[in-house]
């Protein structure tokens, strides 16, 4: 692979964000990537919104917005009139028909590629994860045993201390000798 495609693939995945549980791209950041102003970009999304039902396009809430802006650590100067709109992978492959443009078109391959990928990587390594998964909860249940095996210990070391103490008591009463 040259390396001008992985910097562009590298750029690509710094700027997917999990929100809603969905991986997505925030309108700025495709506007940036096709070359155009977001204004634009949001333009078409609205003069074709027909095209982007809820799981292709949402705008944020004010809170998702503000989670972002401290997970990317931007600043506030300038802030936004409108909250962002972002986009699922189904979304981001929409866009290249409503701009239009053999930039729009060459970089929705490589994100689609870039989304596809890292859906792989995930279906490749979902094992390896069940596994590590396994072994954890595994490693909870010896926790769990070992902790119920130190408490036998302590309840031994408690019940012989109480042997020694009533051996080591001083007999009260009467004594027996024995002739």
């Known amino acids: 692979m040259d390396k001008m495609k992985v910097l562009i693939e590298e750029k690509i995945i710094n700027k997917i964000y999990v929100i809603r549980g969905k991986k997505v791209m925030i309108d700025k950041d495709l506007a940036e990537l096709y070359n155009v102003e977001t204004k634009v970009l949001k333009q078409q999304v609205k003069r074709n919104i027909e095209r982007f039902p809820g799981d292709f396009m949402f705008e944020l809430t004010q809170e998702e917005f503000n989670s972002l802006r401290s997970q990317i650590v931007t600043s506030n100067r300038g802030g936004t009139r409108y909250m962002p709109m972002v986009f699922t992978e189904q979304g981001v492959a929409m866009l290249s028909s409503v701009l239009n443009s053999d930039r729009a078109i ?13 859906r792989e ?5 979902k094992d390896i994860l069940q596994k590590i998964d396994q072994l954890q909860r595994k490693e909870i249940e ?3 045993k070992i902790m119920l ?7 031994l070391e408690k019940s012989k201390q109480q042997e020694l103490d009533q051996k080591n008591r001083k007999q009260i009463g009467y004594k027996r000798s024995n002739k």
């Open 106 to 118: 060459a970089v929705n391959i490589q994100i689609i590629r870039v989304f596809t990928k890292m």
């Open 121 to 125: 990587m995930l279906e490749t390594h």
């Open 142 to 144: 010896q926790d769990e």
């Open 149 to 155: 095996i130190f408490e036998y210990i302590k309840q």
